[in-house]
């Protein structure tokens, strides 16, 4: 029978045998799921684990220095962190097809891994085993929607499934493979990670770079940081965290309408909200939020964000729409 307890020592056992005396490095994203391996890997074998926060630029607004402080305050892990942006805003210049910029983004976060890799190697000087091992914190349903590995994506590749180079250097160690987002908050809480952690909403690995639907550029990413902030902190205030699963916001880069603020016409963009409520992101409904609510995020964004002149609501499922616009 399916026990937290159980899915613990037998994962913990299984991670002892796959990585042996090696050493391992763990991509830390901020969100439940690497969270979650991470700390189970940390238990399996100590300080032979490293994990690498790799700050791609397509994180929302204060994400970076949440992990720096919180999740090791929380777990005690070694981490490195690794400023990539500038090299995975070069790759994704001019790149507008949704499953290439997955596939870049899953690309460009191995190269970095790999370069990692070598530091950790060298900086461990002659005492220094090699580090084989990458620790993933994928899930079921992102096995699934990616074509179970494959190669061609059911639906889109999630970033470390489908998005993986051909030459790939590391053996993955996927302890979460299995298990859906409610059984692995759980195995989380049984690892003693804090509420913030375990609660946290789901972000995708891919992150904002997923969200314009369009060209990803720097002014564009800023400009949608500002307008998920406004979002978020206003679902807080409002004490919706816990009942909806997730809230993309999401930049129609290559879309303008006309506006009127002040006595002025503007030609802006739209900023589409995405609450939907889930029970593991497989299906979803759309979250019906208090009008009083949307007013105020919707005034607000159009008021303190530049360029944004709309606010629209998705109001789909899912089927047939997905949580994430690409
Ligand atoms: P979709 O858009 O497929 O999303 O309905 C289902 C859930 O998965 C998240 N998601 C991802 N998570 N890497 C991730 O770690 C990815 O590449 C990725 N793509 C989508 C999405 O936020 C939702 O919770």
């Known amino acids: 029978t399916w026990t937290t307890g159980s899915v613990v020592e ?19 994203s901020g969100g439940v799921d690497s969270a979650v391996a991470a700390a189970l890997v940390n238990k399996a074998i100590g300080d032979r684990l ?20 919180d999740f090791v ?60 091992f990458l620790v993933q914190g994928t899930l079921y349903p992102d096995v699934v929607e990616s074509g179970g590995g494959t190669g061609t994506a059911n639906i889109k590749s999630h970033h470390n499934v489908g998005g993986l180079p051909e030459d790939l250097q590391f053996q993955l160690v996927e302890p979460l493979r299995k298990l859906f987002k409610d059984e692995v908050r759980m195995v989380g809480q049984e690892l003693g990670l804090p509420e913030e952690i375990v609660q946290r909403q789901p972000f995708p690995g891919p992150g904002l ?18 307008a998920d902030a406004i979002a978020r902190e206003e679902l807080t205030a409002a004490g919706l965290d816990r009942e909806i699963w997730q809230c993309p916001v999401v930049l129609l880069a290559d879309v303008r309408s006309v506006g009127v603020q002040g006595d002025g016409r503007t030609y802006g963009h739209p900023i589409v909200l995405r609450p939907v409520s889930s029970e593991d992101a497989m299906t979803a409904d759309w979250s019906r939020l208090p009008y009083d609510v949307l007013a105020k995020i919707s005034t607000r964004i159009t008021n303190e ?11 789909t499922s899912k089927p047939p729409g997905t949580i994430e616009w690409e």
């Not at 899953?106 to 970095?112: A, Q, S």
């Open 10 to 28: 037998e994962q913990i056992a299984l991670i002892r045998e796959q990585v042996g005396d090696k050493r391992a490095i763990c991509g830390l």
């Open 50 to 69: 490293t994990c690498v926060y790799v700050d791609h630029g397509l994180m929302r607004k204060g994400e970076t220095e949440q992990v720096e402080k």
């Open 73 to 132: 305050a929380a777990t005690g892990v070694q981490l490195k962190v690794v400023d990539a942006s500038e090299r995975f805003l070069d790759a994704l210049k001019g790149v507008t097809d949704p499953e290439e910029k997955r596939k870049i983004i899953g690309r460009e976060f191995i190269r970095v891994f790999e370069q990692a890799q070598a530091e950790i190697v060298a900086e461990a000087g002659e005492h220094g085993e090699s580090v084989d």
């Open 209 to 226: 770079g997923i969200r314009i639907v369009g060209e990803v550029t720097k002014e564009r990413l800023d400009l949608l940081r500002d």
């Open 305 to 315: 964000v530049r360029d944004v002149n709309r606010v629209v609501v998705d109001v």
